[in-house]
């Protein structure tokens, strides 16, 4: 189909939205509630742009592309409706970019930068702290929430854990889990689905705070280390260090969704308990040894042992934990160094 | 339509579950049989909750009524599948519905419920984890399932089939790398004269052994006797995972010389003569194969401490002091160079192709697609389906009137297997300790009120942990998991075995509970 988009012309293949075809095409609308894999919401109104013949702005989310349609996203019409929202949103909540743990990375600031906020129109109201800590891995800051309503889909219809709601309407309306309880004593199962959704600091991972900004993470995908289904992790990684895990949004086969082991269990790794240094056995206590010592003392027993029992008088156990190319490597020393099948992991136990 | 059995899902396999309560939000109908009303019900077109260890006397019963009242995709069973007609007069003479009723504790009229529901809706997606397998008859009960996923038709079809939900991460890939006594990588049979002389060619040797080795309990078991001298364990904390933890740490503690890769002390590397430093999930470029066959990248972010070594090459330099040299240069070199030269089914796989999304095997050429489904269009990979009889047992320690209960274990949310990980994590804030879980009429009867010590008993050793009341427990069980050392479920559970499989009977065993004084 074609369409004019700021009075340039452009291809749109059919089935598209105007946002879809905003971005497609590098024109960015403000939006604050649409998120791809939730869908348009067409909540928050950010999206306004406006449609040559009609008299209504309509929201970019959630309005299909027609042919021959001519699109302004930057008449003033459309930015002073865009900007009402956005000074909306900063106006009603404490959103101090300098000590957010979104900040980079947060949709309501790329939008409050885009529409070149110098001043609001709206002052800022009074808000005392309102922070839930009660979660072991998710804080709620309910200052930065902007209501936009993701969390409350991707709990109840992309996780389907049915946790997170809004409560009240009005001046008081808030996100809530279960019967408004705090999150930590919630049925809250922690998969932290809410804060790759989040388009604020509304709800941030604890173990991340303070461990690096969003522009300083070098982003590494890679495979979950937990359970069979072998979802798709984005390590955010600063100084060789991993900061935090996210879903990998369009990867297979978890398509950005985590439980509580992936997203948080991470950081065993950095555990003071690591083996470091080879251990031998002596009179029953370990002392630390060099490669060398381990591994030719091993290669000695091994040899022995085959020279005097046979080489099935070895046997291994592989990992089902570690890499694919270790179990290789750990069936071929068995097989065709010490000449025994001997060889099995935890796969039946 | 999805059919779960014994299958936990969200709580061993969260992200799978969230994608079958999406298929049933849209309406798509779910069957759970379980013996634990676990949360996956909540969300079920019709639950059974069957007695621990009745699944193949339930499956039999629901086949019956599926051939007796002629519901079956004949057309499927006629052409594609062979051993039907004496299938069919084993369940009808064996498996009325009322015999699978009294076994399995589910009424006949819910098993009729389930089989006309069964036959009403194709496809359907079979799941199950270890609630099928981690029984005496273990793999009778999967041939259960393929019996009634082939006379339903549901094979070879998208969004069908037999779908065993791994455990582990890897616990695919470590069995098609041939971490198996029986089989080279890619499941080529260590007795096939031709395969032996491939990998001999492959890999510059002779006298490879035709012969199939020990699996676990086997070698556990030879170690007192001596038959085996030496083991050697990489990354598995046997001593609590093993059933029997007496018994698994005498037989540990028997070994002549035993050698440890591992990243943590673990209750297993006390036994150890050696203990190895590995590098860990993300200090080492590899792959993993998840549930689906599909091969993944791991990636590298950064150096193991201190002197830890990759696994792979701790592996090639004890080849090297026995004489044999390896090329081995890393991940990407060992798969690109070597297990995808030598494993037909992967041959299409090189790192090159999965930076993204892995790819699901058999992926036999640089071209190939990948393989999301088996059997399709019904042509299994022996030709044609078997329908192999198999007859209910129960499990082999059953509740009496000294040990009145039954032990089943498993794993929960917020842990994962021994905790050397996710104790390590952070995860303790949420589930800090073992808890003994049992139904709200026997913690009445018992006197036994919501987190109070209870000693919880076995023929083989005794724990005592908080009781966790619950309604997910029918009376007569004892649920508990084996994530913590202490009040671990392993120094209860019962270590016997599946004759073909060796695994071993985790989910049965008869127990005693009682409020500790």
């Known amino acids: 189909m074609k369409v004019t988009i700021n009075g340039k012309r452009f291809e749109i293949p059919p089935g598209k939205t105007i946002l879809q075809a905003a971005q497609a095409n590098g024109i960015y609308i403000p939006t604050l509630c649409y998120h791809e894999k939730i869908g348009p919401l067409a909540k928050c109104r950010a999206c306004a742009v406006e449609i040559k013949g009609n008299p209504n702005l ?11 349609m001519e699109i302004v996203t930057d008449s003033d019409r459309a930015v002073a409706a865009q900007r009402f929202v956005i000074d909306l949103a900063l106006s009603s909540g404490n959103h101090d970019c300098i000590i957010c743990e979104k900040s980079g990375a947060c949709e309501l600031q790329d939008a409050a930068y885009f529409l070149k906020f110098e001043d609001k129109d709206f002052k800022k109201g009074d808000y005392p702290p309102n922070i839930d800590d009660s979660s072991a891995f998710i804080r709620v800051d309910h200052n930065r929430c902007i209501l936009c309503g993701r969390c409350v889909e991707a709990c109840n219809h992309i996780v389907v854990n049915g946790v997170i709601q809004i409560i009240d309407r009005g001046f008081t309306s808030h996100i809530g889990f279960d019967n408004n309880i705090p999150m930590g004593e919630s049925s809250c199962v922690q998969c932290g689905e809410c804060t790759q959704v989040c388009p604020v600091g509304a709800l941030t991972s604890k173990k991340s705070i303070g461990k690096g900004r969003a522009w300083e993470v070098e982003k590494v995908r890679t495979t979950c280390p937990y359970c069979g289904v072998g979802c798709q992790l984005e390590l955010h990684v600063k100084n060789g260090m991993i900061v935090k895990v996210t879903g990998v949004e369009d990867g297979s086969p978890n398509k950005g969704r985590l439980c509580v082991k992936g997203r948080y269990g991470y950081d065993f790794i950095y555990s003071e308990d690591r083996l470091t240094v080879p251990l031998i056995k002596e009179k029953g206590t370990f002392r630390e040894a060099s490669w060398d010592e381990a591994l030719d003392l091993v290669a000695k027993k091994f040899k022995d042992i085959i020279k005097k029992h046979g080489p099935d008088a070895i046997a291994g156990v592989s990992c089902a934990r570690s890499t694919n190319e270790d179990s290789y490597q750990m069936q071929k020393l068995f097989r065709s160094v010490l000449k025994t099948n001997n060889i099995d992991h935890c796969a039946r136990t | 339509m999805f059919f779960c059995i014994g299958t936990n899902m969200t709580e061993a396999h969260p992200v799978a579950a969230t994608y079958l309560k999406n298929a049933v939000e849209k309406g798509a109908k779910l069957i759970v049989v379980d013996p634990r009303r676990q949360r996956l019900t909540d969300y079920a077109t019709l639950f059974a909750q069957i007695k621990v260890g009745s699944d193949i006397a339930f499956l039999n019963g629901l086949m019956h009524i599926l051939i007796k009242e002629d519901l079956y995709d004949k057309k499927f069973v006629e052409q594609n599948c062979e051993g039907f007609e004496e299938f069919k007069k084993h369940i009808l003479k064996n498996y009325p519905p009322q015999k699978a009723s009294e076994i399995s504790g589910v009424s006949v009229e819910k098993i009729r419920e389930i089989a006309h529901l069964l036959a009403s809706i194709k496809p359907c997606l079979l799941c199950y984890t270890l609630g099928i397998t981690e029984h005496t008859s273990g793999r009778n009960n999967v041939v259960s399932v393929a019996n009634l996923q082939m006379l339903l038709g549901n094979m070879g079809l998208e969004s069908a089939g037999v779908n065993p939900l791994r455990g582990q991460n890897n616990v695919q890939g470590a069995c098609d790398m041939g971490a198996l006594p029986n089989v080279y990588p890619g499941y080529q049979a260590v007795s096939d004269p031709k ?14 052994s035709d012969k199939p080795g020990l699996m676990i309990p086997a070698m556990l078991e030879a170690l007192p006797t001596k038959e085996v001298r030496a083991l050697y364990i990489f990354g598995e904390n046997m001593a609590n995972s093993e059933p029997d933890i007496t018994h698994v740490e005498h037989c540990l503690e028997s070994a002549q010389f035993l050698v440890c890769n591992d990243i943590f002390p673990t209750e297993t590397t006390r036994f150890a003569h050696v203990v190895f430093p590995a590098a860990a999930w993300s200090e080492d470029d590899g792959t993993f194969t998840n549930s689906e066959r599909r091969v993944s990248r791991v990636r590298k972010v950064s150096s193991p401490p201190g002197q830890a070594k990759p696994n792979w090459w701790i592996f090639k330099e004890i080849a090297r002091r026995m004489g044999s040299t390896w090329d081995s240069a890393g991940g990407q070199d060992i798969w690109d160079n070597e297990i995808s030269v030598l494993t037909p089914s992967m041959a299409g796989i090189k ?44 499990p082999a320690e059953i509740a009496d009137a000294e040990y009145p209960y039954v032990l089943s274990t498993g794993r929960r949310l917020f842990h994962y297997h021994t905790r050397t990980q996710t104790g390590r994590s952070g995860l303790d804030a949420i589930l800090p300790e073992e808890t003994a879980d049992i139904s709200v009429e026997d913690a009445k009867k018992q006197g036994i009120a919501n987190g109070d010590a209870v000693r919880v008993w076995s023929r083989r050793g005794e724990v005592t942990v908080k009781a966790r009341v619950t309604e997910e427990v029918p009376p007569g069980m004892v649920w508990m998991a084996f994530h913590f050392r202490d009040g671990n479920a392993n120094w209860l559970t019962n270590p016997v075995f599946d004759p073909y499989t060796q695994t071993a009977e985790y989910k049965a065993c008869a127990v005693n509970v009682e409020k500790k004084m």
């Open chain 1, 58 to 68: 309509v929201t970019a989310c959630n309005t299909p592309v027609t042919d021959g």
């Open chain 2, 195 to 208: 395969i032996k002389e491939k990998f001999e060619k492959a890999w510059g040797v002779t006298g490879l």
């Open chain 2, 351 to 394: 790192y090159a192709r999965i930076e993204g999304d892995g790819l699901q095997w058999p992926c036999p050429t640089l071209d190939h697609p990948g393989t999301p489904f088996l059997h399709r269009d019904g042509k299994f990979s022996r030709g044609k389906g078997l329908f192999t009889v198999a007859d209910w047992t129960p």
